[in-house]
């Protein structure tokens, strides 16, 4: 990953805490680890408890803190 510019991956693994934490607990567990300027996902990427967060969440989110950017990986 080093060799495209990826500085982290940070994994989650998904079990049933990681299920029941809201769309704003995850997006603050992320915050907390590390200092995010990008993300990427998918178009149709969902987090937090039943998927309550989804990409416009995460765009709002992200602009909100003057975060660089969230790119979509079609």
Known sequence: MEE???????????????????KDEFLKKITDLVDVKAIFCGY?????????GDVEYLSNFWGHFNLTSVFFVL
């Open 4 to 22: 495209i510019g990826v500085d982290y991956v940070i994994p989650f693994i998904f079990d049933d805490e990681c299920m029941m934490t809201s």
């Open 44 to 52: 149709d990427f969902t987090f937090g408890y039943k998927g309550e």
